[in-house]
């Protein structure tokens, strides 16, 4: 975080904004936290429910192992305190898609304590972890099948999730999605959440307050379930400025919970903010506590991926990339080991332009992810390998993408239908230049006296050829032919 904090200026002088987040992230699992129930998306209403998910009298819980190593390879990648003790405890409150009544979650004693992990958005920052618990989701509510009835669906009730809690580090907008951005990426490394926002498999809870410069911490207001960067920023901005404008006014800010609506931009009033004793917190008397083995712990920290940061730091090492592209290529599990596999054997920079100019611009623009990419990795690496061979120019190389994405095969393949072949004939190509000095000796002889003039007859070739002329054997014609050291 740099050391002078943005600030919003009010009608009154600057404020500074406040910012902690709560990540709701879905463990990957193929059962739910408490009961052998399936978890899946996509699924008929009330289709993945067993009997202890709809809170049927006599029906015990039992945790599933998986998720508590779920949590323990986050803790662990978040590089955060794992704790050998935890337990459960009933956070009581009414809601029709909670069966129970009541939520199990866990409150003073989680299985994660406090952690820290560093943010490289063009500035580097660090956010303190507050702690990681597990609990169990609620089910959903539907209220539009028909407006007289509410229809509850409990597939999703009882699907465990990890609730991250950072400190209150933040001080942008831009800080509190980039942020999101890396805990997403450790946890799709880690294999412990798809992370997708989507399906709401990653969601927030953004905690915002605004202060002048220097004073103590405002009054907060929570909002609920954001699941996009793009929402996450305008929540945060439309918030901020709310509160200015009310205390600027001479009002207070009342903690409250707020919900976002995206399609006006704006946050509106939910509830007020339950404190902990609203909750009626106390010990699941179903569950025993957690007690983890420290040997089981070590055994999941050695069988820890390698994480984004050490990938990136990899990346620039071995590759010889900057540190931009290496973040860019390592921000996302998948599209780095896009990279790697297209890297194989090819010249590591040019396969990097064109992942980042290429693919990934095509893929934010047709809303695709890199699981979805039409152009697999291998065809990559062909194209490259074409531009090494001086089969095609990085000119030719953009065009012969553009068939590629659109379907149309491998590189190799479309060069070849569509005559796309760079020119290398060194006699065909003095013929041309032979020809161009004689009709333009004017420009020829201003080349002579300026040698930056010499893209002149570059562009000449190249316009002759359709862009197809070889420009390093362009250039070292023309520079001969003219005199030009």
């Known amino acids: 975080m740099s050391i002078e904090p943005p600030l919003i200026d009010g009608r009154t002088g600057p404020w500074e904004i406040v910012l902690g987040l709560e990540i709701h992230a879905q463990v990957a699992s193929k059962a739910k936290l408490f009961s052998g129930a399936a978890v899946g998306f996509g699924a008929g209403p009330n289709e993945q429910v067993s009997l202890v998910d709809a809170a049927m009298p006599g029906m015990l819980p039992v945790i599933n192992r998986h998720c508590v190593e779920q949590a323990i390879r986050t803790g662990l990648g978040l590089d955060a305190q794992i704790n050998t003790w935890s337990r459960f405890d009933r956070k009581n409150y009414f809601y029709p898609d909670l069966p129970q009544g009541y939520q199990i979650s866990q409150y003073k004693d989680p299985i994660v304590g406090e952690g820290e992990i560093e943010v490289d958005d063009g500035s580097t920052f660090k956010v303190r972890i507050e702690r990681l618990h597990l609990e169990q989701d609620a089910g959903k509510s539907i209220h539009d099948l028909d407006p007289n009835f509410t229809f509850v669906d409990l597939n999703r009730a009882g699907t465990a999730l990890m609730e991250i809690v950072s400190r209150p580090d933040m001080r942008s907008a831009e800080d509190a999605a980039a942020y999101v951005k890396k805990v997403r990426a ?57 509160q200015i404008e009310i205390l600027e006014d001479g009002g207070a800010i009342r903690q409250e919970t707020r919900l976002f609506d ?55 090492t071995r590759y010889g990339l900057s540190h931009y592209d290496a973040g860019v290529l390592t921000s996302d599990t998948a599209r780095a080991d896009y990279f790697e ?14 992942v980042t100019n290429a693919v990934l611009s095509h893929l934010t623009k047709d809303g695709l992810e890199i699981e979805e990419c039409p152009v697999p990795p291998e065809d990559v690496a062909g194209l490259v390998a074409l531009q090494e061979q001086g089969v095609i120019s990085t000119k030719i190389a953009k065009e012969v993408f553009e068939h590629m994405w659109a379907g149309e095969g491998t590189a190799a393949a479309i060069v070849e239908a569509r005559g796309l072949r760079q020119v290398s004939d060194t006699s065909a190509l003095e013929t041309m230049i032979d020809r161009l000095i004689a009709a333009n000796p004017g420009q020829a002889e201003a080349v002579r006296d300026k040698p930056q003039a010499l893209g002149w007859f570059v562009g000449q070739v190249m316009r002759e050829t359709g862009g197809k002329a070889n420009p390093a054997s362009v250039n070292a014609l023309l520079r001969a032919k003219l005199g030009v050291e």
Request: charged share 35%; hydrophobic share 35%.
């Open 186 to 242: 450790i946890l799709r490394s880690l294999g412990t959440c798809d992370g997708d926002m989507e399906k709401g498999n990653l969601r927030a809870d953004v905690n915002v307050s605004v202060r002048r410069p220097g004073e103590a911490l405002g009054t907060r207001c929570e909002i609920k379930n954001v699941n996009s960067y793009r929402y996450i920023q305008q929540a945060i901005a439309y918030e901020a400025r709310r």
């Open 341 to 354: 596999k297209a890297a194989a054997g090819r010249d590591a920079k040019l396969v990097a332009n064109t």
């Open 262 to 316: 995206p399609g006006r931009g704006e946050t509106r009033s939910m509830r007020s903010k339950e404190e902990a004793h609203d909750y009626r917190y106390f010990p699941d008397p179903d569950l025993l506590p957690l007690e983890l083995d420290p040997a089981w712990i070590e055994e999941i920290r050695a069988s820890l991926p390698e994480l984004p940061d050490a990938r990136r730091a990899r990346f620039e």
